[in-house]
């Protein structure tokens, strides 16, 4: 006898079965100009608005990828996550990886004028 379906796990969700993955919803506000020649596009193109959004974030993405200051800025970002990262593996060596300081007893101080 099969498996029963009943314990897959569903597939990730996808936005019009295009494999986007899990989707997590996000709210624009567009001025009412754009927002009806947004609505004239994707009737042109036979999609949805939303379809239209979300190829224009992916291509401005893409153009970002390559736009060197903003591949410097990463780089400095990157190296400040890098340092805060050093510290903190730092202080948890400190922590728990040091041997502890040698004690030594205290002496009362010692009068002055003496």
């Known amino acids: 006898m099969s498996e029963s379906n009943a314990t897959t796990p569903p597939p990730p969700a996808s936005a019009n079965g295009l494999g986007y993955g899990p989707i997590k919803p996000l709210a624009v506000r567009l001025n009412e100009s754009t927002r009806t020649q947004l609505d004239i596009i994707a009737q042109l193109n036979d999609r949805t608005v939303t ?5 224009a974030v992916e291509a ?12 410097r800025r ?9 340092r805060e990262a050093a510290g903190k593996r730092d202080a948890i060596a400190a922590i728990f990886n040091a041997a502890p300081a040698p004690k030594t007893p205290r002496t ?4 002055q004028g003496t």
């Open 51 to 55: 379809d239209e959004v979300r190829l």
């Open 60 to 71: 401005w993405i893409d153009k970002a990828r390559t736009d060197p200051h903003i591949q």
């Open 74 to 82: 990463a780089k400095d970002v990157r190296d400040e996550i890098e």
């Open 108 to 111: 009362p101080p010692k009068p």
